[in-house]
């Protein structure tokens, strides 16, 4: 497989906003095609695309939700038939579900779990079997410092917990695929500014939480999202084949999880 980003096909999922976003933009100045995911956001994701075609670049916005594994076949059809084989599959998609022992519900935990779980699980089984036929593949799955388990930070057990699946599918899923020269790794990002990180949260409220982090982080500020973007295009290159089953944090240094290591 050549090392030229311009024969890479690269499917990123939830690509229309924050990480994804940046991912989708730092791929495709690096030379790839992308096919841009999204779930609630088509005028975004179609923006971006277009953005991309008009400095000449190659990139498609499709709509799919990952928890949907015929939507995911579908999706990944429909890449490959306009951009070519997927080569590279950035699995971003996600959502946050802020709850506690007394606020637990199933319903909340079971559409955490298929988005963040599920959706992890059906994109890759939708791009191996081509990926398996190259013997080539690259594939970095979305997880978090939340993953960690040593943050008291409230509310985000549930997500925590999806987030530390990801990482133990990432490490047996390279296990399973790296025969076949297909390579699995996991960026988990701090906190990182973007819509999802502030929520419903008012400006206010959100420079106290930017403030609160960054008096834990050897860097003393949060991410950008083209930071973690950087990282993932680390792991997704073509000449990154000796990497695999790991899970990079990139959080400025979180000394929180530092001490409790």
């Known amino acids: 497989m050549t090392s030229d980003w311009t024969q890479q096909v690269a499917l990123v999922t939830g690509g229309a906003r924050g990480i994804g976003r940046a991912t989708v933009k730092h791929l495709a100045d690096l030379g790839a095609a992308v096919a841009i995911n999204y779930s609630s956001k088509p005028e975004a994701a179609e923006a971006l695309a277009s953005?991309?075609?008009?400095?000449?670049g190659r990139a498609i916005a499709v709509g799919a939700d990952v928890a949907d594994a015929a939507a995911v076949n579908a999706m990944v059809a429909r890449a490959e038939a306009e951009l070519g084989p997927v080569t590279t599959l950035v699995n971003n998609a996600g959502i946050s579900w802020p709850a506690t022992l007394e606020t637990w519900e199933p319903e909340g935990f079971a559409r955490l779990r298929a988005v963040n779980v599920d959706g992890v699980i059906h994109t890759i089984r939708a791009v191996m079997a081509g990926m398996k036929a190259r013997q080539y593949g690259r594939i970095v799955n979305i997880s978090s410092v939340a993953s960690h388990g040593n943050t008291g930070?409230?509310?985000?057990?549930f997500y925590a917990s999806t987030k530390a699946d990801v990482n133990i599918l990432t490490r047996r899923f390279a296990l399973?695929?790296?025969p076949q020269g297909?390579?699995?790794n996991a960026v988990a990002p701090g906190l990182t500014r973007s819509d999802m990180t502030q929520g419903r949260r008012s400006d206010a409220e959100w420079q106290e939480v930017v403030a609160s982090f960054a008096r834990i982080t050897i860097m003393g500020r949060v991410g950008e999202p083209e930071e973690i973007a950087r990282a993932v295009a680390f792991l997704a290159a073509p000449e990154a084949g000796w990497i695999t089953a790991q899970v990079l944090t990139v959080d400025g240094g979180r000394?929180?999880?530092?001490?409790?290591?």
Do not use: C, M, P, Q
Request: no cysteine; charged share 15%.
């Open 153 to 157: 930070f409230t509310g985000n057990h």
């Open 176 to 178: 399973e695929l790296g």
């Open 255 to 261: 000394t929180d999880y530092i001490g409790h290591s």
């Open 182 to 184: 297909i390579t699995v």
């Open 51 to 56: 953005e991309i075609r008009a400095a000449g």
